[in-house]
């Protein structure tokens, strides 16, 4: 269109005024009516640090926002959607893709060294927020956060407007990293690490993830509600983030289901670890 468009061609005025009306039409196709029929997710960054927010679509659904992307303290960032996305959001933290040179380039939920995950899924441990939005009115959207691969920040989510009360989802009430036990912890500087900053705790493996074991995997004789009943170590998730899984058949969960909202906020670190009472998703900074 840009060539049809050109302001040289000849035939001048008849072809402006039909190329202005295209412009129009263009934009009220490209624009506005995306919008109104998908949503918005205000993905915000209330940590006193950079994230990288990213995320992954289930299969057959689109990427969202390259995947990826940057959302300095303080910022949000909006990422439209359409209103039966389905898929997970996570944040990433300590990134310099500078440095990566084909491996990691996050501390916390690495896509392969890239800033634009492009849709693939994060490295555990991280937190992570699961979406399965429902264009049909039978259904209403529902979400979860889970800490079943583990845990790397606290996350709060919210619907606009939220028509039921019962589409949000708290953050954590203490910081899983700081009272994550040893044979859990993922930190800075790995297992050779020796200076302070390199012992500093970035993420928390869920028992499955640290030990691989059925029975905290709730595989095999341990795949039913009945036979996997969560650990010491799913229960020290528990008390720390009361609404998120802290393992596969955690029923104690706050699942958000049956959410018409147009909106939604994703906001990690909500709060000095854990305020009830957040629902709006900050201000969007133009980014
Ligand atoms: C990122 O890595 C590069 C290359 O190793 C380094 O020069 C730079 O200082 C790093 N940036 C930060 C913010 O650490
Ligand atoms: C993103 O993923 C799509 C689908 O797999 C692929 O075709 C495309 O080349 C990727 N883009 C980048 C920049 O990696």
Same mark, same amino acid.
């Given at each position: 269109?840009?060539?049809?468009?050109?302001?040289?061609?000849?035939?001048?005025?008849?072809?402006?005024?039909?190329?202005?009306?295209?412009?129009?039409?263009?934009?009220?196709?490209?624009?506005?009516?995306?919008?109104?029929?998908?949503?918005?997710?205000?993905?915000?960054?209330?940590?006193?640090?950079?994230?990288?927010?990213?995320?992954?679509?289930?299969?057959?659904?689109?990427?969202?926002?390259?995947?990826?992307?940057?959302?300095?303290?303080?910022?949000?960032?909006?990422?439209?959607?359409?209103?039966?996305?389905?898929?997970?959001?996570?944040?990433?933290?300590?990134?310099?893709?500078?440095?990566?040179?084909?491996?990691?380039?996050?501390?916390?939920?690495?896509?392969?060294?890239?800033?634009?995950?492009?849709?693939?899924?994060?490295?555990?441990?991280?937190?992570?927020?699961?979406?399965?939005?429902? %264009?049909?009115?039978?259904?209403?959207?529902?979400?979860?956060?889970?800490?079943?691969?583990?845990?790397?920040?606290?996350?709060?989510?919210?619907?606009?407007?939220?028509?039921?009360?019962?589409?949000?989802?708290?953050?954590?009430?203490?910081?899983?990293?700081?009272?994550?036990?040893?044979?859990?912890?993922?930190?800075?500087?790995?297992?050779?690490?020796?200076?302070?900053?390199?012992?500093?705790?970035?993420?928390?493996?869920? %028992?499955?993830?640290?030990?691989?074991?059925?029975?905290?995997?709730?595989?095999?004789?341990?795949?039913?509600?009945? %036979?996997?009943?969560?650990?010491?170590?799913?229960?020290?998730?528990?008390?720390?983030?009361?609404?998120?899984?802290?393992?596969?058949?955690?029923?104690?969960?706050?699942?958000?289901?049956?959410?018409?909202?147009?909106?939604?906020?994703?906001?990690?670190?909500?709060?000095?670890?854990?305020?009830?009472?957040?629902?709006?998703?900050?201000?969007? %900074?133009?980014?």
């Amino acid at each position: 269109m840009a060539e049809r468009c050109s302001w040289r061609t000849t035939g001048a005025r008849r072809r402006l005024l039909s190329c202005a009306i295209m412009v129009i039409l263009s934009f009220m196709a490209a624009g506005p009516v995306v919008l109104t029929e998908g949503i918005v997710f205000h993905v915000a960054n209330r940590c006193p640090f950079p994230v990288w927010p990213a995320s992954a679509p289930n299969t057959g659904h689109p990427v969202l926002a390259g995947g990826g992307f940057l959302v300095p303290p303080g910022k949000s960032r909006r990422v439209a959607a359409p209103a039966t996305w389905n898929g997970r959001f996570w944040a990433r933290t300590g990134c310099n893709f500078t440095a990566a040179n084909g491996g990691a380039a996050c501390l916390t939920g690495d896509c392969e060294g890239r800033l634009a995950c492009n849709g693939s899924a994060g490295a555990p441990p991280a937190t992570l927020v699961e979406v399965s939005l429902h %264009a049909d009115p039978s259904k209403g959207s529902s979400y979860d956060v889970s800490l079943v691969d583990g845990y790397n920040l606290p996350v709060a989510v919210s619907a606009k407007p939220d028509g039921t009360g019962k589409c949000a989802i708290a953050g954590c009430a203490k910081d899983v990293n700081a009272v994550c036990p040893p044979e859990l912890q993922v930190t800075a500087g790995g297992a050779g690490g020796r200076r302070k900053a390199e012992k500093t705790v970035v993420a928390c493996k869920s %028992a499955c993830l640290a030990f691989g074991l059925d029975a905290f995997c709730c595989r095999g004789a341990y795949a039913t509600p009945a %036979a996997c009943r969560g650990s010491v170590y799913s229960r020290l998730f528990k008390d720390a983030c009361p609404a998120y899984y802290s393992y596969a058949y955690d029923t104690t969960a706050a699942t958000a289901t049956g959410c018409y909202a147009q909106e939604y906020a994703i906001t990690f670190c909500p709060s000095r670890w854990g305020d009830e009472e957040e629902a709006d998703g900050g201000r969007d %900074a133009q980014m």
